[in-house]
Protein backbone atom coordinates (compact mmCIF):
# COMPACT_ATOMS: atom_id res chain seq x y z
CA UNK A 1 0.00 0.00 0.00
CA UNK A 2 1.04 3.59 -0.53
CA UNK A 3 2.12 5.36 2.70
CA UNK A 4 0.88 9.04 2.99
CA UNK A 5 2.85 10.96 5.25
CA UNK A 6 1.40 13.88 6.18
CA UNK A 7 2.53 17.23 8.84
CA UNK A 8 2.14 18.95 10.81
CA UNK A 9 -0.30 16.61 13.05
CA UNK A 10 -1.17 20.23 14.17
CA UNK A 11 -1.00 24.13 13.59
CA UNK A 12 -2.27 27.17 14.72
CA UNK A 13 -2.09 30.66 12.61
CA UNK A 14 -3.68 33.73 13.05
CA UNK A 15 -6.21 35.62 11.02
CA UNK A 16 -4.85 36.38 7.84
CA UNK A 17 -1.37 34.15 7.84
CA UNK A 18 -0.25 31.79 5.07
CA UNK A 19 -0.20 28.25 6.23
CA UNK A 20 1.44 24.77 4.52
CA UNK A 21 0.45 21.78 5.22
CA UNK A 22 2.24 18.73 3.54
CA UNK A 23 1.98 15.09 2.21
CA UNK A 24 4.98 12.56 1.39
CA UNK A 25 3.99 9.43 -0.30
CA UNK A 26 6.34 6.30 -0.11
CA UNK A 27 6.20 6.27 -3.95
CA UNK A 28 5.30 8.46 -7.28
CA UNK A 29 1.91 8.88 -7.50
CA UNK A 30 1.82 11.12 -10.72
CA UNK A 31 -0.48 14.26 -8.92
CA UNK A 32 -3.16 11.50 -7.99
CA UNK A 33 -3.47 14.02 -4.99
CA UNK A 34 -6.72 15.09 -3.61
CA UNK A 35 -6.78 17.56 -0.28
CA UNK A 36 -10.24 17.24 1.44
CA UNK A 37 -11.08 19.75 4.85
CA UNK A 38 -13.24 18.43 7.61
CA UNK A 39 -14.86 20.44 10.32
CA UNK A 40 -16.31 19.49 13.59
CA UNK A 41 -18.94 16.72 13.08
CA UNK A 42 -19.36 17.08 9.54
CA UNK A 43 -18.26 15.01 6.22
CA UNK A 44 -14.77 15.44 4.40
CA UNK A 45 -15.38 18.03 1.94
CA UNK A 46 -13.28 18.01 -1.58
CA UNK A 47 -10.59 21.30 -1.84
CA UNK A 48 -8.23 20.49 -4.41
CA UNK A 49 -8.05 17.29 -7.12
CA UNK A 50 -5.48 16.42 -9.35
CA UNK A 51 -2.63 18.06 -6.85
CA UNK A 52 -3.59 21.55 -7.91
CA UNK A 53 -7.28 21.70 -9.38
CA UNK A 54 -9.63 23.85 -7.16
CA UNK A 55 -12.93 21.89 -6.74
CA UNK A 56 -15.97 24.06 -7.86
CA UNK A 57 -16.99 26.66 -5.35
CA UNK A 58 -13.68 26.32 -3.02
CA UNK A 59 -12.14 29.75 -2.16
CA UNK A 60 -9.16 30.83 -4.25
CA UNK A 61 -7.07 31.08 -1.13
CA UNK A 62 -6.56 27.68 -0.97
CA UNK A 63 -4.15 26.14 -3.49
CA UNK A 64 -2.21 22.95 -4.26
CA UNK A 65 0.74 21.66 -5.66
CA UNK A 66 3.51 19.42 -5.81
CA UNK A 67 4.60 16.28 -8.15
CA UNK A 68 6.13 12.92 -7.34
CA UNK A 69 6.14 12.36 -4.03
CA UNK A 70 5.57 15.49 -2.18
CA UNK A 71 2.64 17.68 -2.62
CA UNK A 72 1.50 20.29 -0.38
CA UNK A 73 -1.43 22.71 0.90
CA UNK A 74 -1.41 26.40 0.94
CA UNK A 75 -4.29 28.52 2.13
CA UNK A 76 -3.51 32.32 1.23
CA UNK A 77 -4.52 34.44 3.95
CA UNK A 78 -6.40 32.39 7.35
CA UNK A 79 -9.97 32.92 7.98
CA UNK A 80 -11.91 32.08 10.89
CA UNK A 81 -13.91 29.49 8.60
CA UNK A 82 -10.71 27.55 7.67
CA UNK A 83 -10.34 26.51 11.54
CA UNK A 84 -11.15 22.24 10.64
CA UNK A 85 -8.97 19.10 10.13
CA UNK A 86 -7.07 18.83 6.55
CA UNK A 87 -6.03 15.30 5.10
CA UNK A 88 -4.49 14.68 1.96
CA UNK A 89 -5.58 11.18 0.11
CA UNK A 90 -3.77 9.60 -3.41
CA UNK A 91 -5.80 8.03 -5.68
CA UNK A 92 -3.06 6.93 -7.83
CA UNK A 93 -3.27 2.34 -6.81
CA UNK A 94 -5.84 0.68 -4.85
CA UNK A 95 -6.24 0.63 -2.28
CA UNK A 96 -6.64 4.37 -1.85
CA UNK A 97 -4.87 5.58 1.34
CA UNK A 98 -5.17 9.01 3.37
CA UNK A 99 -2.61 10.88 5.34
CA UNK A 100 -3.34 10.97 8.94
CA UNK A 101 -4.84 14.65 8.96
CA UNK A 102 -3.55 18.40 9.96
CA UNK A 103 -5.66 20.15 12.74
CA UNK A 104 -5.50 23.80 12.05
CA UNK A 105 -6.66 26.09 14.40
CA UNK A 106 -7.08 29.72 14.69
CA UNK A 107 -4.33 31.11 17.48
CA UNK B 1 -27.62 17.95 -7.12
CA UNK B 2 -26.11 14.39 -5.70
CA UNK B 3 -26.92 13.75 -2.34
CA UNK B 4 -26.11 10.54 -0.45
CA UNK B 5 -28.41 9.80 2.81
CA UNK B 6 -26.87 7.24 5.26
CA UNK B 7 -28.59 5.17 7.83
CA UNK B 8 -28.80 5.92 11.52
CA UNK B 9 -26.41 5.50 14.56
CA UNK B 10 -25.34 1.80 15.66
CA UNK B 11 -25.45 0.02 18.63
CA UNK B 12 -24.24 -3.85 18.04
CA UNK B 13 -22.79 -6.61 20.40
CA UNK B 14 -19.27 -7.87 19.98
CA UNK B 15 -19.74 -10.58 17.54
CA UNK B 16 -22.58 -9.46 15.70
CA UNK B 17 -23.36 -7.96 12.24
CA UNK B 18 -24.84 -4.20 10.89
CA UNK B 19 -25.97 -4.01 7.57
CA UNK B 20 -26.09 0.34 7.14
CA UNK B 21 -27.49 2.02 4.30
CA UNK B 22 -26.75 5.23 1.61
CA UNK B 23 -29.38 6.32 -0.08
CA UNK B 24 -28.43 8.35 -3.73
CA UNK B 25 -30.53 10.43 -5.14
CA UNK B 26 -29.23 13.50 -7.57
CA UNK B 27 -27.69 11.17 -10.74
CA UNK B 28 -28.44 7.80 -12.67
CA UNK B 29 -27.33 5.46 -9.45
CA UNK B 30 -25.83 2.36 -11.92
CA UNK B 31 -23.04 4.82 -13.60
CA UNK B 32 -20.94 5.60 -10.58
CA UNK B 33 -19.35 3.38 -8.35
CA UNK B 34 -19.99 4.05 -4.47
CA UNK B 35 -17.28 3.97 -2.41
CA UNK B 36 -17.31 3.16 1.51
CA UNK B 37 -14.49 4.73 3.72
CA UNK B 38 -14.14 4.14 7.82
CA UNK B 39 -13.23 6.91 10.26
CA UNK B 40 -12.47 6.14 14.06
CA UNK B 41 -12.26 8.43 16.84
CA UNK B 42 -8.46 9.06 16.24
CA UNK B 43 -9.68 10.89 13.06
CA UNK B 44 -7.69 8.45 10.43
CA UNK B 45 -9.36 7.51 7.23
CA UNK B 46 -9.27 3.88 6.17
CA UNK B 47 -10.74 2.95 2.20
CA UNK B 48 -12.86 0.08 2.81
CA UNK B 49 -13.87 -0.69 -0.87
CA UNK B 50 -16.18 -0.18 -3.74
CA UNK B 51 -19.24 -1.32 -5.47
CA UNK B 52 -20.15 -0.67 -9.19
CA UNK B 53 -24.41 -0.62 -9.20
CA UNK B 54 -24.33 -1.62 -12.93
CA UNK B 55 -22.46 -4.61 -12.60
CA UNK B 56 -22.38 -5.31 -8.53
CA UNK B 57 -18.53 -6.07 -8.94
CA UNK B 58 -16.89 -4.87 -5.67
CA UNK B 59 -13.27 -4.34 -4.53
CA UNK B 60 -12.04 -4.36 -0.82
CA UNK B 61 -9.54 -3.24 0.63
CA UNK B 62 -7.50 -6.44 1.81
CA UNK B 63 -7.98 -5.27 5.47
CA UNK B 64 -11.73 -5.48 5.33
CA UNK B 65 -12.10 -8.98 3.36
CA UNK B 66 -14.06 -10.76 5.45
CA UNK B 67 -14.98 -7.73 7.63
CA UNK B 68 -17.40 -5.86 4.79
CA UNK B 69 -19.57 -6.97 2.59
CA UNK B 70 -21.30 -4.10 -0.07
CA UNK B 71 -24.28 -5.02 -1.94
CA UNK B 72 -27.08 -2.60 -3.86
CA UNK B 73 -30.43 -2.73 -4.38
CA UNK B 74 -30.71 -0.92 -7.76
CA UNK B 75 -34.71 -0.04 -7.94
CA UNK B 76 -34.42 1.84 -4.71
CA UNK B 77 -30.67 3.50 -5.77
CA UNK B 78 -29.28 2.49 -2.32
CA UNK B 79 -26.00 0.97 -1.53
CA UNK B 80 -25.55 -0.78 1.49
CA UNK B 81 -22.70 -2.12 3.65
CA UNK B 82 -22.71 -5.19 6.07
CA UNK B 83 -20.08 -5.28 9.00
CA UNK B 84 -19.36 -9.05 10.12
CA UNK B 85 -18.06 -10.14 13.74
CA UNK B 86 -17.86 -6.69 15.13
CA UNK B 87 -15.20 -5.97 17.82
CA UNK B 88 -14.79 -3.06 19.46
CA UNK B 89 -12.19 -1.83 16.79
CA UNK B 90 -15.03 -1.85 14.27
CA UNK B 91 -16.50 1.07 16.10
CA UNK B 92 -15.90 4.32 13.93
CA UNK B 93 -18.51 6.35 11.63
CA UNK B 94 -18.85 5.00 8.25
CA UNK B 95 -18.97 7.59 5.04
CA UNK B 96 -20.49 6.34 1.55
CA UNK B 97 -18.82 8.52 -1.04
CA UNK B 98 -19.00 8.68 -4.72
CA UNK B 99 -15.81 9.34 -6.53
CA UNK B 100 -14.98 11.76 -9.66
CA UNK B 101 -11.55 11.70 -11.50
CA UNK B 102 -10.65 9.01 -8.46
CA UNK B 103 -11.07 11.74 -5.59
CA UNK B 104 -14.26 11.73 -3.29
CA UNK B 105 -16.77 14.58 -4.77
CA UNK B 106 -19.98 13.65 -2.59
CA UNK B 107 -20.26 12.34 1.04
CA UNK B 108 -23.04 11.04 3.00
CA UNK B 109 -23.56 12.48 6.31
CA UNK B 110 -22.16 9.09 7.75
CA UNK B 111 -22.87 6.53 10.28
CA UNK B 112 -21.67 6.10 13.39
CA UNK B 113 -21.42 1.76 14.51
CA UNK B 114 -20.65 1.72 18.07
CA UNK B 115 -19.66 -2.13 18.99
CA UNK B 116 -20.44 -2.56 22.67
CA UNK B 117 -21.24 -4.92 25.30
Known amino acids: DIQMTQSPASLSASLGETVSIECLAS??????LAWYQQKSGKSPQLLIY???RLQDGVPSRFSGSGSGTRYSLKISGMQPEDEADYFC?????????FGSGTKLEIK | QVQLQQSGAELAKPGSSVKISCKAS????????MHWIKQTTGQALEWTGY????????KYNEKFKGKATLTVDKSSSTAYMQLSSLTPVDTAVYYC??????????WGQGTLVTVSS
Open chain 2, 97 to 106: ARVIRGTFAY
Open chain 2, 26 to 33: GYTFTSYA
Open chain 2, 51 to 58: IAPGSGGT
Open chain 1, 27 to 32: EGISND
Open chain 1, 50 to 52: AAS
Open chain 1, 89 to 97: QQSYKYPFT
